[in-house]
């Protein structure tokens, strides 16, 4: 089993920053989780992955947040950070942390992320 924790997240105007950070625990053998990332999700809507970095790879980026944000992982420690500058109000949604460990998801309880314009 796995459990995330995840932290930061809240109100910001546009254009400001937050950072969110997500920390993986449990039965995690070394080498044994293929991918974090974060996800988010607004009402009505599917939960889409916001980045991504799959074990020994590259970052991986939904294009609406290129360039304005920054996932890096800590393979030593388990963790997750997602740097976000640049807000916008389109922005705004619930967060959530994604570790695949041996290749079953694992969700975090997600967080929200408000931008006000």
């Known amino acids: 089993q796995v459990q995330l924790v995840e932290s930061g997240g809240g109100l910001v105007q546009a254009g400001g920053s937050l950072r969110l950070s997500c920390a993986a625990s449990?039965?995690?053998?070394?080498?044994?989780?293929?991918?974090m990332g974060w996800f988010r999700e607004t009402p009505g809507k599917q939960r889409d992955l916001v980045a991504r970095?799959?074990?020994?790879?590259?970052?991986n980026y939904a294009d609406s947040v290129k360039g304005r944000f920054t996932i890096s992982r800590d393979y030593a420690k388990n963790t997750i950070d997602l740097q976000m500058n640049s807000l916008k109000a389109e922005d705004t949604a619930v967060y959530y942390c994604?570790?695949?460990?041996?290749?079953?998801?694992?969700w975090g309880q997600g967080t929200q992320v408000t931008v006000s314009s």
């Open positions: 449990g039965t995690i053998a070394s080498g044994s989780i293929n991918a």
């Open positions: 994604n570790v695949v460990h041996r290749y079953f998801n694992y």
């Open positions: 970095i799959e074990s020994g790879r590259s970052a």
